[in-house]
């Protein structure tokens, strides 16, 4: 009982509960400054993640569009046309 009467006494003496608060401080401002840089972190990491989805999908349009480019400017018949590329066109246009 004594020892514990004496280490408040020389504690406060010393300033260790101004201390002990300027740790707890200390401790709060760098776990704050943590959550902030993880966030900025995964803000980053999901920016990255939807542009590299929109180039994927750019190029993925690029490639359809130039594959079938050649297609649609190539000089084809009317019939030849309808059917390469619609199968069963000729029997429901000529049925109506």
């Not at 972190?41 to 999908?57: D, E, H, P, W």
């Not at 690029?62 to 390469?84: D, H």
Request: proline share 4%; net charge neutral; aromatic share 14%.
């Amino acid at each position: 009982m004594f020892a514990a009467r004496l280490y408040k006494l020389a504690a406060a003496k010393v300033g260790v509960p101004d201390y002990k608060d300027l740790v707890a401080r200390k401790l709060k401002t760098a776990e704050d400054l943590y959550h902030y840089m993880v966030d900025q972190f995964n803000q980053s990491r999901a920016f990255f993640l939807k542009v590299t989805v929109v180039l994927i999908l750019l190029i993925e349009l690029v490639y359809l569009f130039r594959a079938n480019l050649p297609e649609f400017f190539t000089p084809q018949s009317q019939s030849s046309l309808g059917a390469a590329q619609m199968p069963g066109w000729d029997e429901e246009v000529s049925a109506h």
